[in-house]
Nanobody, 127 residues
Framework: QLQFVESGGGLVQPGGSLRLSCTAPGLNFYETAISWFRQAPGKEREGVSCSSSAGGPKNYIDSVKGRFSASRDNAKSTVYLQMDNLKPEDTGTYYC????????????????????WGQGTPVTVSS
């Protein structure tokens, strides 16, 4: 069964950067739009950013615009989430999942419509 594997999370100080990676062996990356989600403790999972082969990245949350950017390397079957100028409110577990379309949905779909969820990678922004 296909499942994403996320990595790259960790503890970072406010203002710092992290780059998350996401891969799914066996998935046709080129034809799949892949979205990043995050879930803070006690909160619902929310869509953050999306990458597809059909166009540029799409951010779903205003608070990450200008700071986060999704990208991909189809040859490596990997999607990235570059996160700069991190803030404490960015703390949470970050997941990637496949969109039902081959391009990024706009707006983000309900989470139950996405596929191949991984275990996530935790990000903590704290001094």
């Amino acid at each position: 069964q296909l499942q994403f594997v996320e990595s790259g999370g960790g503890l970072v100080q406010p203002g710092g950067s992290l780059r998350l990676s996401c891969t799914a062996p066996g998935l046709n990356f080129y034809e799949t739009a892949i979205s990043w989600f995050r879930q803070a403790p006690g909160k619902e999972r929310e869509g953050v950013s999306c990458s597809s082969s059909a166009g540029g990245p799409k951010n779903y949350i205003d608070s990450v615009k200008g700071r986060f950017s999704a990208s991909r390397d189809n040859a490596k079957s990997t999607v990235y989430l570059q996160m700069d100028n991190l803030k404490p409110e960015d703390t949470g577990t970050y997941y990637c999942a496949a969109d039902v379309l081959w391009f990024c949905s706009d707006p983000v779909r309900p989470t139950h419509e996405y596929k191949y969820w991984g275990q996530g990678t935790p990000v903590t922004v704290s001094s």
